[in-house]
């Protein structure tokens, strides 16, 4: 604001022709209202979708912003002499920056969910394979308490608050394919969990997934008469 009026100070009064000085303000206040929505919504995304979420978008808007702010500005130095095209060219940039913004927003807010469970197979999957076979994998999912709220309410489809295993199954079975769904149903007498269970239910479901079972044994023995009798043991 000190700027800006310093600025009109300056500006040679009662002026009837757009001046470089005009769309520069314009340029900067704009920009500065990018800032303030872009602000906004990683603090949306921080309560409401998952702190995975926001923090993507800060990370994205970091290098966005001040590469965008630059290049607006060599433009601006480079075509001062041409004002009106560009004013033109100006906003149109900042319009399909707004576009952009907006479109990586309901991007972000449609797919945070199918990239946070990915990274979080990458990391598991990493883990059972160092895990000898037939040993439990103990599981400690790495997400938040919002990230965590997040999956359950898309998974509680009828809002009553409880979500059964038999909902849960086909979101896990995409990042961590197992062979025998069932097994994982009937392993655990609980059926369904409410929200303040829901982190713990995921991390069983998970460890039942992803541990292997321990490989069998053959064990051949001699008996009577000398003929060999296989026995299979786990």
Known sequence: Q????????????????????????????????FAVMEN???????????????????KVCRRVFPSGFVLMVIVMLAAKDYVPVLAVLIHAYLGLFAIVFIVYGVWETFTFQRRLMTREASRINKLVEVTEPGTKVQ???????????????????DKSGFVTKE???????????????????EAEHTKGCQFKDFRKLLEDMISLMVSKPKPEEVVIEVVAGGSTQINMET
Request: charged content about 15%.
């Open 40 to 58: 906004i919504y990683a603090q949306y995304c921080c309560e409401y979708h998952s702190e995975f979420s926001a923090l993507n978008v800060d």
């Open 167 to 185: 909902e849960v199954m086909p979101l896990l079975c995409r990042f961590f394919p197992c062979p025998d769904a069932a097994k994982v149903l």
């Open 139 to 157: 599981i400690m999912l790495d997400i938040g308490d919002v990230g965590i709220k997040s999956v359950f309410h898309s998974l509680d489809l």
């Open 2 to 33: 000190t700027l800006s009026g310093k600025v009109q100070t300056l500006m040679p009064a009662g002026a009837e022709y757009l001046m470089w000085m005009d769309v520069c303000m314009s340029m900067v206040g704009i920009f500065m209202v």
